[in-house]
């Protein structure tokens, strides 16, 4: 029988996000929570922060462990980040939605209008979530580079990052990577990055794939430097030796000028499939884990005999530092063999000259 507990990630994109910036259109970030019980919600993830922009699609997925025999309430909210803080309290809330992993699972695409509380609208804002089951532990690794490009500031030269595309199953373009801004380059190196297969191309190394290259602009209206279409099958010569490049084309350039050739190459220096292993993986191939304890006895922990004491001798055998090593011991020892845990001490005045 199959196992009914798998690996589920979630793609997230929102339209037309109230506006809380003065001047300026919001800066999303996605939390995702699940129900623990009760009015108890327990955070798995959020996506990255994207800045003044009211139609988001973000690059960083959602992960979580799928149930099929339990119903996982889910609830998902925006919000707009105008701190460095990771507490979401002081921070504007765009509209959330409340829902099941079994209904997202099951419509593979969700899109549901945001509501800032049960029955109140968000205005006309949407959240659509996509689901994938995670099956392939392969990765690649890519790192690219370009020559060449347009420039697009009028005071300065471009600000280029790359965004890949995947084509799903309904021929809609999935956002599932975006590089860094590379400041003021017409020929950056972009940082190597590494991406799960399954999310980068469905585990299908021909499955079309767009990349566009944009020149960064701080009020979010990006401008496009050009595209170009390939596939992982081509994107791994790169790694056998051959050149690998890729004109640019912007499309209303090309229309215009009969001259036209590119607004750039884009080059891949290097690709590579990975095996990416899971801690179960780990374990299941025999590796095991020692718990090894070192007690600190000097006398900065307090007076054994005071209840303030991390040593503090209580009449029932326990205190702080037993309760730890046994809550963690209770944990480890599946994973130890010869069940022994060397266990080391400092700072301790012993018998029977009570020297340090």
Known sequence: MADCITKVELSVSCSDLLDKDVGSKSDPLCVLLQSSGGDSWTELGRTERLKNTSSPSFSQRLRLDYHFETVQNLKLGVYDIDNSSSDLGDDDYLGGVELTLGQIVSSKTLTRPLQLKKGKPAGKGSITITA??????????????????????TFGKS??????FKQGDDGKWQLVHRTEVVKNNLNPSWKKFTVPLQTFCCSDLDRPLKVDCSDHDSDGSHDLIGSFTTKVSELQKAGHGSPVAFDCIHPEKQKKKKSYKNSGVVSVKSCTLVAQYSFLDYVMGGCQINFTVGIDFTGSNGDPRSPNSLHYMSPDGLNQYLSALWSVGQVVKDYDTDKLFPAFGFGAKLPPDYQV
């Open 132 to 153: 994938e089951e995670i099956k392939d532990n392969r990765a690649i690794v890519l790192e690219l580079e370009a020559k060449n490009l347009d420039k697009k500031d």
């Open 159 to 164: 600000d280029p990052f790359l965004e890949i």
